[in-house]
């Protein structure tokens, strides 16, 4: 049985970052550790008599068991129904971290048939000649960074050795680099955000950072993203996703943003960059003064427009209060997180209506809970 994964020291994971290609290359059990400790984040042992956690468990084998079955919705909005919507919100990230928090090999062969299954979708099998010049291919390809699933591939990368996993997460990378940092696609530029939404700019920096732990250098493209993310931050806290008919040019929407935080924690976990922390902070404040609905105990879905209460985002949020008390201390930081994951277990679990729900409910806040116990 596979211990749970801890979370190791920030000096020590920079250290093994930084030996990393050539020690993984002769598959160092430390160092294949500490990457996946960047990757995975802090997480806690399985709590059986908890709601939160058996309801991760009993949602996940059933999403886990049928994935392979054909979808008959169009969940991540790339015009086609496939294994993508099985995987959306990355379904083997979930399941991996199920494995280690629990250690049970049998969510790590879950994990592993879910990511196998969308290592070899041809949306992404078809990256690579994509970018060796075969440009046509473009309406095929996994080309959004929210639909690309990167970490669960990573992981994938590390824990089987799986040079195909950690080819296409490259291919991810380099995908990014090309057609949306310095290509036509919404590029880096945008001036109301990098790739027009928080969510873009969040999964585009994931997948840099995550190929960089595997190995592969985007470290300088990872840094220029992450200059431009916390370049286009509102002054007061809200990154905004890009909307015509918004005051400025755009507004913020909750979900996107828990995604970009995930994305900036990722990056601060696996290289550090001391601008990082403040600007989750001023985040945090805004989020929790004007879109935190107490009686309700879930935040808005938008700031504007739709704005009603939503229990699950909330699942996509809380590891950003974590980490800012894990870094800090500050004990507001633990008080208002504990909220979030008492509307998420009170209200939000209940609003798991699909696989999509599931990974959003799950996929990042279980290092809440890993980030606390650290404190």
Avoid at 58 to 73: H, L, N
Avoid at 119 to 130: C, F, L
Avoid at 187 to 211: C, H, K, N, Q, T
């Amino acid at each position: 049985m596979t211990a749970p994964l801890r979370y190791v020291g920030v000096l020590g994971l920079l250290s093994v970052l930084l030996a990393m290609p050539c020690r993984l290359a002769a598959g160092d059990p430390a160092a294949r550790a500490g990457a996946l400790g960047m990757l995975l984040g802090p997480l806690t042992p399985i709590r059986a008599a908890d709601a939160y956690d058996t309801t991760m468990l009993a949602r996940g084998a059933a999403f886990a068991d049928v994935q392979g079955a054909k979808p008959d919705k169009d969940l991540n909005g790339d015009g086609k129904v496939d294994v993508g919507d099985h995987l959306f919100y990355d379904l083997p990230l979930v399941l991996y971290k199920l494995h280690y928090r629990s250690g049970d090999p049998a969510w790590r062969e879950r994990a592993r048939a879910a990511a196998v299954a969308w290592r070899e979708y041809p949306g992404n099998r078809k990256i690579v000649p994509y970018l060796a010049g075969a440009w046509k291919l473009w309406p095929e390809l996994v080309n959004q960074p929210r639909c690309m699933g990167t970490m669960g591939l990573a992981v994938l990368a590390l824990e089987a050795d799986d040079a195909e996993a950690r080819k296409l997460v490259d291919a991810h990378a380099r995908l990014i680099e090309s057609a949306w940092m310095h290509g036509t696609y919404q590029s880096l530029g945008d001036p109301v955000m990098p790739f027009g939404d928080p969510r873009e700019s969040g999964y585009g920096l994931i997948a840099l950072v995550a190929s960089t732990v595997l190995g592969d250098n985007h470290r300088p493209a990872a840094k220029e993203l992450l200059d431009r993310i916390l370049e286009r931050q509102q002054a007061d806290g809200q990154w905004l996703a890009k909307d015509a008919k918004a005051p400025g040019g755009g507004c913020t929407s909750n979900f996107m943003t828990g995604i970009l935080t995930e994305a900036l924690v990722l990056y601060d976990r696996a290289i550090g960059d001391p601008r990082i922390l403040p600007a989750v902070e001023r985040n945090l404040a805004w989020t929790w003064k004007t879109q935190w609905v107490a009686a309700e105990r879930g935040f808005q879905y938008h700031a504007v427009g739709e704005t009603r209460p939503d229990g699950l985002l909330g699942g996509l949020m809380v590891q950003a209060w974590g980490f800012a008390y894990a870094r800090t201390g500050n004990r507001a930081y633990l008080d208002q997180g504990h909220e979030i994951m008492r509307g998420l277990t009170g209200r939000g679990l209940g609003e798991i209506w699909g696989v999509k729900q599931y990974a959003q409910a799950f996929r990042s806040s279980p290092n809440f809970l890993g980030y606390i116990e650290r404190q």
